[in-house]
């Protein structure tokens, strides 16, 4: 082997075993707890407007003012401003090195991984605002924060097709989120060796019923988007919390939001067992 190719092979094996360090691996598993919690506290929330009490956000925002009452409340928000970094960190290794499973270096799972990086960085900067005490930056409505996002591009040229196209790419991605749910797609992701016979039922259950109710939530984000699009009107567009509550506007009225609600409590329980059973 000629030494000019010999380095450049070692630097990328290296690289590659750091991407797959300890170190990341643990930094992957603190951001699937740190997303549990904030699943968790809000389908509590949204649980609480479900049976008439309306004056929390059930949104990111709320589930921080929420941790923020508590003792310690500080330091637990640091703690998930730092573990959504984690899964941030693990997301940019697997766009760079490839992922874990037989799928992981293909072109388009690289690309979802980065989009995800983006995702969790931002959310993660967002919550680190928060806990520095720049709380607008952290925990404004995600109502307004939609609106204002989508009065904005509705006043750049195309914005109408822009916006509906966002909506439309939401809601696919909701309906997405779900039928994998229902597939049990998550198995793959899974080590489900160690797992007894009880509990791989209960993650099943628990991993379903979570990316069900995570999905439609999407879903019926983006459509609002396609009607603020439409409409020519970015008060149409909702963030999670009016998201939420719209659904106690149908004939199920409350009860759907509330079986919403459990559904994202259960995606947060979802997401610890992905930090201790998911291949990373």
């Known amino acids: 082997m000629h030494p000019t190719t010999a380095v450049p092979r070692i630097g990328r094996g290296t690289a590659q075993r750091a991407a797959r360090s300890s170190a990341v691996r643990v930094a992957a598993r603190g951001g699937f707890v740190a997303r549990g919690v904030i699943y ?4 509590v929330l949204a649980l609480r407007i479900a049976f008439g009490d309306s004056g929390e956000q059930a949104d990111r925002g709320g589930a921080l003012a929420e941790l923020a009452a508590r003792p310690f409340g500080h330091v637990l928000i640091w703690a998930l401003g730092v573990g959504l970094a984690g899964m941030a960190l693990w997301r940019l ?3 760079g090195f490839g992922a874990a499973g037989p799928d992981g270096r293909k072109a388009g799972t690289r690309l979802l991984s980065f989009a995800r990086f983006v995702f969790y960085a931002v959310v993660s900067l967002s919550v680190m605002s928060f806990a520095a ?4 930056s952290g925990s404004g409505a995600s109502d307004q924060q939609s609106r204002d996002a989508t009065a904005q591009v509705l006043g750049l040229p195309g914005g109408p097709w822009l916006v509906g196209a966002a909506g439309v790419g939401i809601a696919v991605a909701g309906v997405w989120i779900a039928v994998r749910a229902a597939l049990r797609k998550f198995h793959r992701h899974l080590d489900r060796s160690g797992m007894s016979p009880r509990l791989r039922r209960g993650v099943d259950v628990l991993g379903i019923s979570g990316g069900l109710a995570r999905g ?3 879903a ?11 409409a020519y009107d970015p008060d149409r567009a909702k963030g999670m919390d009016d998201t939420l509550r719209s659904f106690a506007d149908t004939s199920a009225g409350p009860w759907l939001l509330a079986a919403i609600a459990a559904g994202l409590a ?7 067992t992905m930090a201790r059973w998911r291949n990373v």
């Open 133 to 136: 005490g720049e709380k607008g």
């Open 93 to 95: 290794s697997e766009a």
């Open 266 to 272: 259960l995606f947060g329980l979802f997401s610890f």
């Open 220 to 230: 019926a984000a983006g459509v609002f988007v396609v009607k603020a699009a439409v």
């Open 40 to 43: 968790l506290l809000v389908g």
């Open 216 to 218: 439609g939530v999407f």
